[in-house]
Nanobody, 124 residues
């Protein structure tokens, strides 16, 4: 059983940056592909980024590429999401998730473990 705890969310002005962290425990972190998803009020949860076991492979939607960066530190069992040039439409609860896939993957149903989420609010 893997436990995931997100941190680093908050309220920022448009144009600012945030670095979200997700600390994992209870499993072999380096054997999980990690992902970030977000859910805005009234909208479905959507894929944001994913990173494979070693950290050399990542996947980010084209619409977010350039502002979002995912990374991981297997020695510290932590995955990060760096968000730059924040926009009001980035406002959402951001969730960390772990998948048994070896490679980055966007499909939500492949993720077995989820954190509780961290709120990101961007004001204009």
């Amino acid at each position: 059983q893997v436990q995931l705890v997100e941190s680093g969310g908050g309220s920022v002005q448009a144009g600012g940056s945030l670095r979200l962290s997700c600390a994992a425990s209870g499993g072999t972190f380096s054997r999980y592909t990690m992902g970030w998803f977000r859910q805005a009020p009234g909208k479905e949860r959507e894929f944001v980024a994913s990173i494979g076991w070693s950290g050399t492979q990542t996947a980010i939607p084209n619409s977010l590429n350039g502002r979002f960066t995912i990374s991981r530190n297997n020695a510290q069992n932590t995955v990060y999401l760096q968000i730059n040039s924040l926009k009001p439409e980035d406002t959402a609860v951001y969730y960390c998730a772990a998948s048994g896939s070896r490679i980055p993957i966007a499909t939500m149903t492949t993720y077995d473990y989820w954190g509780q989420g961290t709120q990101v609010t961007v004001s204009s």
